[in-house]
């Protein structure tokens, strides 16, 4: 991926990033495959991932498609080093943008872009390029967040929500939309799909354990909006604080919101 994202800034280094970026996938992919499989998805599919990172989701859509291709588009080169390590032989990695691909035109069955449009100052010509690789009747699914619908946690920590909102200008100033969620229907239909569509899928820590979440609340993910002048070490600090409160509470509980796009491109008008 491109734009606001820079995984190398993790207070943890790279490393926890990478730990991050897996325990994401495997708090919401339960409901996202049941929702791919719900919009048609079949073993022999031709799958091109948009903004793939290092590979694990691509890892799950594998077991997807196993008589199927499966290319994954990542423009950083890092990630299309372990991309490539971690898939082998089983999936096509292109170091490309997910603005201009430069893959051929009307060449996929799906396409799946899962938290890239935030980050992305245009993500309105991602959908466009989306559209061109897909061939007539493929369909493209976007999954991502809105942070002012993020979901719910108890005991509730309000007095943070001031501190994050001033840590989400970093990504705002470096061109990305955390509140993007909200717009997915009109960006779908502003890039020429069709039948758009937006499902919410719910995870749980009922379901999951508190623990599966931990890696998705860490106070450390501020430090970077810290660094940048955004907010202050005490409120840092008031964060961390605040998450310990949280964890230390024998009752607590979380329950995430994800926010799924998806749109058709047209079959062809059939001339008479």
């Known amino acids: ?7 190398e800034e993790h207070a943890g280094g790279l490393g926890e990033e990478l730990a991050r970026l897996k325990s994401q996938v495997e708090l919401s992919w339960p409901e996202e495959r ?8 079949t073993e022999s599919m031709s799958v091109v ?10 890892e799950k859509l594998l077991e997807l498609v196993p008589s199927g291709a499966l290319h994954v588009v990542e423009l950083n080169p890092g990630m299309c080093v372990l991309a490539e390590a971690r898939l082998g032989a089983r999936a096509r990695v292109h170091r490309c943008s997910v603005l201009e691909t430069g893959l051929p035109d009307a060449r996929f069955d799906l396409a799946l872009a899962r938290f890239v449009f935030q980050h992305l100052e245009e993500p309105l010509l991602a959908a466009r390029e989306a559209l061109r690789l897909l061939r007539p009747g493929g369909r493209l699914v976007v999954s991502e967040l809105d942070a002012g619908l993020w979901g719910v946690a108890e005991p509730s920590l309000p007095e943070l929500e001031s501190i994050h909102r001033k840590a989400e200008r970093l990504q705002l100033q470096r061109g990305g939309n955390r509140f993007i ?3 997915l229907v009109r ?43 955004l907010i202050s070490q005490e409120e840092l600090e ?4 605040g998450y310990r409160r949280f964890y230390s509470t ?18 062809p008008v059939e001339t008479l």
């Open 187 to 229: 960006l779908l239909t502003a890039a020429g799909f069709t039948d758009v569509r937006l499902d919410v899928i719910a995870y749980h820590s009922d379901a999951l354990g508190l623990e599966a979440f931990r890696r998705q609340l860490d106070p450390e993910r501020l430090r970077p909006a810290m660094d940048a002048g």
């Open 250 to 267: 024998p009752s607590a509980s979380i329950l995430m919101l994800g926010f799924v796009a998806h749109g058709l491109r047209a079959l």
């Open 34 to 41: 049941r929702l791919l499989r719900a919009l048609g998805l």
């Open 1 to 7: 991926m491109s734009g606001s994202y820079r995984p």
């Open 238 to 241: 008031q964060v961390r604080a």
């Open 181 to 183: 969620g909200r717009q």
């Open 49 to 58: 991932e948009l903004g793939g990172g290092p590979g694990f989701v691509a």
